[in-house]
């Protein structure tokens, strides 16, 4: 059995945790009878707004044998503590930070998906030398007024005590419905996000909290980044961002390719959960990426948008 390691941290007087899953064996091709070093820097994963550190076993499955599997509840999720009023992404860049710091390495592969992109990318610019390479999934890169306006609707139904409702309206919010688009195990990734949702709202602390955060702090996507190799991946019919807006963010961070997952709306890693795992492979490995008959587009590199005439 691999061994697993949780150990507790603070930042700013706020407890939280992360969980280790260290490298199950040796990968393809190497020699057995001694402990092999890692193939590649330990994986950082940071989830969504409501996903915590148990929600990522395919990532534990595919990554294992080439190296260690990092999750985390940060402040603000699972069972950490609360996050403040106000601004949360510099305190969560800090939370990061003293992760990689108490793992003891000069660098890790970073994982953002949805939420936990905005999180990703801001650490990449604020400390580029630590991280080895980026990889952000559902990119939230454009919110419209429509859906903020959807969203604002699912809190009223949170804060009226309709819970099954939010759940409803958030799972609505966050998958493409429209039956002449094909997404795989569309109704079973239905249930399974609105279910989450419900369970989220009953008996997570920070649910509410959350929602609202998505809400009232928007993600800031500008500035570029240069010096860290880069992936952006989304579902082909992904309706929270398209993936053409996700290939313009893209195109702001210099040499970073853009790729989509056929058959997949924003729930991509649910949907196409082994496929997610075989790109974060493949990519943390500097293995190519266009063999893989899952991807709807070709691995294509950006160039970063020239600001200054911006």
């Known amino acids: 059995m691999p061994e697993e390691t949780v150990r507790s941290l603070s930042v700013d007087g706020l407890r939280y945790s992360y969980r280790v899953l260290h490298r199950t064996g040796p990968a393809a091709g190497e020699a057995t009878g001694s402990p092999a070093p890692q193939v590649t820097e330990p994986v950082l994963v940071l989830g969504g707004a409501l996903q915590g550190m148990l929600g990522w076993p395919q990532m534990d499955g595919r990554l294992g044998p080439v190296t260690s599997v990092v999750t985390a509840d940060l402040p603000g999720m699972g069972s950490a503590a609360p996050l403040p009023p106000g601004p949360s992404a510099d305190l969560l860049c800090a939370a990061v930070t003293r992760i990689i ?67 409803t309206l958030v799972t609505e919010a966050l998958m493409c419905l429209d039956p002449d688009r094909y997404v795989a195990r569309r109704d079973l990734a239905y249930r399974y996000v609105r279910r989450t949702m419900l369970h989220a709202v009953e008996h997570s602390p920070h649910a509410a909290d959350s929602v609202h955060r998505s809400l009232g702090d928007r993600p800031d996507f500008s500035g570029g980044l240069s010096g860290v190799p880069a992936l952006v991946f989304t579902g082909e019919h992904d309706t929270v961002t398209s993936a053409e807006r996700q290939r313009a963010f893209a195109a702001t961070i210099r040499g970073c390719r853009f790729t989509t997952i056929r058959d997949a709306d924003h729930w991509v890693v649910l949907e196409k959960a082994d496929e997610v795992a075989d790109l974060a492979l493949r990519f943390f490995t500097d293995r190519p990426l266009e063999p893989a008959g899952y991807l709807r587009s070709v691995p294509h590199q950006e160039r970063a948008a020239d600001r200054s005439t911006a």
């Open 101 to 167: 710091d108490d793992l003891d390495v000069p660098r890790v592969n970073l994982f953002g998906f949805s939420y936990g992109a905005a999180l990703a990318f801001r650490c990449a610019q604020r400390n580029p030398g630590r991280i080895a390479r980026l990889l952000l999934g559902g990119v939230p890169a454009h919110i419209s007024p429509a859906q903020r306006a959807h969203w604002r609707s699912a809190t009223d139904r949170l804060a009226a005590g309709d819970r099954d409702g939010f759940a």
